[in-house]
């Protein structure tokens, strides 16, 4: 007598017609598992050089950009200051960034890299690669689904901020 139950998750169950309610249906679900996958991935890497995947969003963010305040670390990141805060308090006591008033506006603080947080740069460069490789994606094919999936961040947010003002 075959067994009855539920296929795992990813994997299709033979139906006579496709469901929109099935969760293996859901663009979410997908997007949500694969981000999983992905910060999963970034896991081991990082954490052999001292980083949680979103201290390491940060550490590009300087990087790329040098100093900036926390409403540019905000807005690169699409964070609020509550979540971005404690991120910052514990980066600034390993020792890899800096926070301190602006002298010209007392309400506003500048982020910036202490010399071993520039330093980690490198270290940090290789778990980009190795990542790449486990994603098994050409370069080209890298380009179009982050593209991609920039594209959709930005309509999903503007649709979202024209329902708030509806």
Do not use: N
């Amino acid at each position: 007598m075959p067994k009855v139950g539920r296929a795992p998750y990813g994997v299709r169950m033979a139906q006579s017609e496709p469901s929109l309610y099935t969760l293996d249906e859901q663009l979410c679900f997908a997007l949500y598992t694969a981000s999983r996958a992905m910060t999963g991935c970034y896991r081991p890497p990082l954490g052999r050089i001292g980083l949680t995947y979103p201290q390491y969003l940060v550490m590009l963010v300087l990087w790329e950009r040098g100093d900036t305040t926390i409403g540019g670390l905000c807005q690169a990141l699409h964070l609020e200051t509550g979540t971005l805060s404690p991120l910052l308090k514990r980066l600034e006591a390993t020792g890899l960034i800096r926070r301190r008033r602006r002298q010209d506006d007392e309400r506003s603080v500048m982020i910036g890299l202490t010399s071993a947080g520039a330093e980690l740069r490198e270290r940090a460069a290789a778990t980009q690669g190795a990542v790449g490789q486990a994603a098994g994606l050409s370069d080209a094919e890298i380009v179009e689904l982050r593209d991609t999936l920039h594209a959709l961040a930005e309509r999903l947010r503007s649709s979202a901020v024209a329902a708030d003002t509806a």
